[in-house]
T-cell receptor, first 110, second 115 residues
Framework: RKEVEQDPGPFNVPEGATVAFNCTYS??????FFWYRQDCRKEPKLLMS???SGNEDGRFTAQLNRASQYISLLIRDSKLSDSATYLC???????????FGQGTTLQVKP | GAGVSQTPSNKVTEKGKYVELRCDPI?????LYWYRQSLGQGPEFLIY????????DSGLPNDRFFAVRPEGSVSTLKIQRTERGDSAVYLC?????????????FGPGTRLTVL
């Protein structure tokens, strides 16, 4: 079983739609959680950190459920430019090691 | 300012050859990380340096892989006796100080193809 699991998709949605991605992690010692965005043939870039209280950045909302070991990302009012792969990432303890999920591909259509 | 840079951007080699991949971290960043990303997968951790020393090399797949960071800045990932299964994008990242709090910034990667 992978340490971080995501549905690879692809998710095909029209512009303006709301879309949600989910992720589960297996290591209960994980302490830090992130969503990274990766465009085709580019490097991953931090989209947002995820906190237990939930956090929002514009059209993006991230939630963490430690009891269920579950992380989510909600994108409202999707734009064409949101088309990318979204990587769920956890970091265990105080190590530098980031553990990535497989990524979920989003394609926003006009 | 300048981000993480990696050279070469692409490397094609033959099975059994030796390759070196270079990473220049963001200036002033003390922590440096190497990851490997295969097609359709997320990046996979290889090794982490704090300064000149390897603080965690648990992700190196076998003894054909080795990395150095002799002066605490530039790092080189070395792969001996390359195999077709080593083909992947090798990503380098750096962070300002301690790994537990800092954002990791990734370079564009080196795409390695082993024929």
């Amino acid at each position: 079983r992978k340490e971080v699991e995501q549905d690879p998709g692809p998710f095909n949605v029209p512009e303006g739609a709301t879309v949600a991605f989910n992720c589960t992690y297996s290591n209960s010692a994980s302490q830090s959680f992130f969503w990274y965005r990766q465009d085709c043939r580019k490097e991953p870039k931090l989209l947002m950190s995820v906190y237990s209280s939930g956090n929002e950045d514009g059209r993006f909302t991230a939630q963490l459920n430690r009891a269920s070991q579950y992380i989510s990302l909600l994108i409202r009012d999707s734009k064409l430019s949101d088309s990318a792969t979204y990587l769920c990432v956890v970091r265990a303890g105080n190590t530098g090691k980031l553990i990535f999920g497989q990524g979920t591909t989003l394609q926003v259509k006009p | 300012g300048a981000g993480v840079s990696q050279t070469p951007s692409n490397k094609v080699t033959e099975k059994g050859k030796y390759v070196e991949l270079r990473c220049d971290p963001i200036s002033g960043h003390t922590a440096l990380y190497w990851y490997r990303q295969s097609l359709g997968q997320g990046p996979e951790f290889l090794i982490y340096f704090q300064g000149t020393g390897a603080a965690d090399d648990s992700g190196l797949p076998n003894d054909r892989f080795f990395a150095v960071r002799p002066e605490g800045s530039v790092s080189t990932l070395k792969i001996q006796r390359t195999e077709r299964g080593d083909s992947a994008v090798y990503l380098c990242a750096s962070s300002l100080t301690g790994p537990s709090t800092d954002t990791q910034y990734f370079g564009p990667g080196t795409r390695l193809t082993v024929l």
